[in-house]
């Protein structure tokens, strides 16, 4: 009998043991909360679009701050665009963008009886981000789109002198 209440123990002191180990789960989360993210973005797009004319009779020239509040001067050939994005802490205080057109040489100029179009669709926009909140916290854009057709002395005053097709400031505030 002693010899069967010694196994009837050892056994339930065994099935004891067992649950104990199973029960006692891992309480470490392995899946430790994520750092809050409090960065505030700032994203910043420059956008010139402009007819072939544009390119053909004049040297195309773009001014803008990039986003280090290096200001950048480059001859543009074709359609061009600037888009970066950069913490807001860390973005320029004052951002410009001008789209200048120098006259080319009389070589290319039309014949002044032709009708000459011009295109231009300029834009700057700034849009903030604000990722505690996960909402956008500012919105700004300029856009400047223009068509008109020339020709005859209006055609050769303008084909003669520099214009500005674009300018904008925008400071944060």
């Known amino acids: 009998m002693k010899r069967i209440t010694l196994i009837f123990t050892g056994l339930i002191s065994a099935i004891i043991f067992t ?3 199973i029960s006692c789960g891992d309480d470490d989360d392995d899946k430790a909360p994520k750092p809050v993210d409090t960065t505030a973005y700032v994203e910043i797009e420059y956008d010139v679009d402009l007819s072939r004319t544009w390119y053909d009779y004049f040297d195309i020239e773009v001014t803008y701050t990039d986003v280090t509040g290096q200001i950048i001067t480059t001859p543009l050939t074709r359609d061009w665009e600037y888009t970066k994005r ?17 006259p080319k040489s009389n070589d290319t100029a039309p014949v002044a009886t032709q009708s000459v179009t011009f295109e231009r669709d300029c834009s700057m926009s700034v849009e903030g981000y604000d990722a505690r909140s996960n909402k956008t916290s500012l919105q700004y854009e300029y856009e400047a789109p223009m068509i008109f057709t ?4 209006a055609l050769t005053t303008m084909l003669s002198r520099t214009q500005e097709l674009f300018n904008d400031v925008y400071t944060f505030k």
């Open 150 to 153: 020339l020709q005859g002395d």
């Open 19 to 21: 649950s104990a180990l």
């Open 86 to 102: 950069v913490q807001l802490e860390s973005a320029p205080k004052t951002l410009t963008m001008t789209v200048t057109a120098k």
